[in-house]
C-alpha cells in the first residue's frame, strides 16, 4: 500500500479553492490545504491496514455462545461524493474450536474498514468477511446504522435519515432465532 502524497493534496485542494471562485491566500484560507492533508491521511489511515490483522490474536478459550460488541462510533467518508457518514457498528460473532478474539480488536476492525473512502454497504461486509477468514467461528453478523451527508447538505437533503445494513454468515444467517436473538440484543 502506498503512502499519503501531502504535497499533492495540498496541491488539489489549492486548485479546488480557485475553482470554487476563492482566493487560497486569504488569511482564513492560507493553511487550509496543509490542514486538508493532514486530515485526509488521518480520515483514510485504514488504506494503510488490513482489518485480519486484528484477528490474528486469539485467546483459548471454550466459549461457544453469542459476543456482541455494540454501538461502536465510526466516521467513514462517501466514496461518491468524498463527503462524511458516520454512525454505529454492531459485531456479533459465536466463536468455534476455543478461539476467542479480543473486544476491542472488533472495533479496531471497524475503524481500519471505516477509514477508507467506502460504501456502508463493504463496510458491513468486509468487517464480516474478515471475522468469518481469521476466526472461523460459527456465526458472524455485523449491523451498521449510518447518516450520510451526501443525503443531508446535498441532494435529497434529508437529515437524520438512517442507512442500515447488514451482513449474516454462518449459523447466524441459517438460524433465525439466532439472528432474531443479535437483532434483539443490539435493539436494548
Do not use: W
Request: hydrophobic letters at 40%; aromatic letters at 6%; one cysteine or more.
Amino acid at each position: 500500500m502506498t503512502s499519503i502524497d501531502y504535497k499533492k493534496i495540498e496541491q488539489a485542494v489549492t486548485m479546488i479553492l480557485e475553482a470554487i471562485g476563492e482566493e487560497p491566500q486569504r488569511e482564513g484560507l492560507v493553511d487550509t490545504p496543509k490542514r486538508v492533508a493532514k486530515m485526509y491521511a488521518e480520515v483514510f489511515a485504514g488504506l494503510q491496514e488490513d482489518p485480519k490483522e486484528y484477528f490474528k490474536t486469539v485467546f483459548g478459550e471454550e466459549h461457544e455462545e453469542l459476543v456482541l460488541v455494540k454501538d461502536i462510533p465510526f466516521f467513514s467518508m462517501c466514496e461518491h461524493h468524498l463527503v462524511p457518514f458516520y454512525g454505529h457498528a454492531h459485531v456479533a460473532y459465536i466463536p468455534k474450536g476455543g478461539k476467542v478474539t479480543g473486544l476491542s480488536k472488533l472495533a479496531r476492525a471497524v475503524e481500519a474498514v471505516a477509514k477508507r473512502p467506502q460504501l456502508q454497504e463493504r463496510i458491513t461486509s468486509t468487517i464480516a468477511d474478515s471475522i468469518v477468514e481469521t476466526l472461523q467461528p460459527h456465526g458472524v453478523m455485523v449491523v451498521i446504522e449510518a447518516e450520510h451527508m451526501c443525503m443531508t447538505m446535498r441532494g435529497v437533503k434529508k437529515p437524520g435519515a438512517k442507512t442500515v445494513t447488514s451482513a449474516v454468515r454462518g449459523i447466524l444467517q441459517k438460524d433465525p432465532a439466532a439472528r432474531s436473538e443479535v437483532l434483539s440484543l443490539i435493539k436494548n
